[in-house]
């Protein structure tokens, strides 16, 4: 029964999402990643790391699924995990073959990703638990932002919910299980880079166990991880073509004062959070600083890592009853001077549907 209220949740969000949804399947009605993930997902099959070395235009030359697939950044490699783009396979393939229609399969996947994000939020949810920090953090920024990442059709949701389900399995003291589950979250994208303390975390929890068991798990995380560091390789000087429109990004330091204030903000969060016994959280905050610090490029679903350091605190026993506060305040601030939209990253894409800019 506990998984009743997320059952009703997906069904209703899903059926939401058919309703209001664009010709692409998102709801913004411009948003088209999901589209090359389809296409790219047919080309690594079928050509291995061609997607890493070519721009998208030549590695899914003879192998879009339908003619919507065509010009989508024709000039860029696929930045992403082989498991992230293998996701997209099995509907891809589908729309290729002409077993289901492209209006279907690109609808089908958008809902996909929206019904990943309320389970991820479901999970959120429940790490929480009474915590009025955490319950109005959820409300006001996680629940809205995850939302409106998997209702626009990005796969991100995917390595969020694998993310926040080591975190549970941590607090139920199963640490093998959350490595495993953080190598997922490794294979499906870069930005679970965030969750690499927890990943340092439940190796040490792991280890105390007992050292045999701990390496039975040990082993698939970092074949998981690997997976994700051979795509890293294979990228390796293809991605010039993306600009680097984040304002925080690491090439702005010295040309303009955003990348500065991020770091002042996080150093200050660090330190608070270490002083009141938060450091796995601390080292999360520094994780999601680096990630949004190396992201080139800029959209409100890139903010997705800068919210997850107020969900480690939530697990992290000893720390200070203030500690949620602090990295809270810290997410808040971090999304707002990263991110520079007249609302904060978590209701931009609501607020420009409503106001009919997009779609």
């Known amino acids: 029964m506990r998984f009743l209220p997320l059952l009703l949740v997906v069904v209703v969000g899903g059926g939401v999402q058919a309703l209001v949804s664009g010709p692409n399947g998102d709801v913004g009605g411009i948003y088209t990643d999901h589209l090359r993930h389809l296409a790219e997902s047919q080309a690594l099959v079928a050509r291995g790391s061609a997607i890493y070395r ?3 235009v030549e590695a899914t030359e003879g192998l879009l699924p339908c003619p919507a697939h065509a010009g989508l950044f024709p000039e860029r490699t696929a930045p992403y995990p082989p498991l992230g783009v293998l996701l997209h ?10 077993l289901l229609s492209p ?60 993310g926040l389900g080591a975190l549970a399995l941590l607090a139920a003291n199963r640490p093998e ?24 975390w439940a190796l040490v929890e792991s280890l105390r166990r007992g050292p045999r068991r701990a390496l039975a798990f040990l082993v698939p ?20 073509t993306i600009p680097a429109d984040n304002p925080v990004h690491a090439s702005h330091l010295g040309h303009g004062r955003a990348p500065i204030r991020f770091l002042l903000v996080a150093a200050v969060g660090v330190v608070w959070l270490v002083a009141w016994r938060a450091r796995w959280t601390a080292l999360t905050v520094v994780a999601a600083v680096l990630v949004a610090m190396s992201d080139r490029s800029y959209g409100f679903w890139h903010a997705l890592p800068l ?25 808040i601030a971090a999304v707002l001077g990263a991110f520079l939209y007249p609302f904060t990253a978590a209701w931009q894409w609501l607020a420009d549907v409503v106001a009919g800019r997009i779609g």
């Open 177 to 200: 299980w959350a490595m495993l589950a953080l190598g997922v979250a490794a294979a499906l994208h870069f930005r679970a880079l965030v969750f690499a303390p927890i990943g340092l």
């Open 54 to 56: 070519q721009p998208y």
């Open 221 to 240: 995380s970092i074949v998981l991880v690997l997976s994700a560091a051979w795509a890293a390789w294979a990228l390796v000087g293809t991605l010039d």
């Open 307 to 331: 919210v997850v350091p107020p969900l480690v605190v939530a697990v992290e026993t000893g720390a200070d009853r203030r500690a949620p506060w602090v990295a809270w305040g810290w997410s």
């Open 89 to 98: 396979w099995p509907l891809g393939t589908l729309e290729r073959l002409h």
């Open 103 to 162: 209006t279907l399969s690109h609808h089908l996947t958008a809902t996909a990703w929206l019904v990943c994000g309320l389970c991820a939020i479901w999970l959120a949810w429940r790490l929480a638990g009474g915590s009025a920090a955490g319950r109005l953090g959820l409300v006001l920024l996680v629940a809205p932002l995850t939302i409106g990442v998997g209702a626009n059709g990005f796969y991100d949701t995917a390595f969020l919910f694998a």
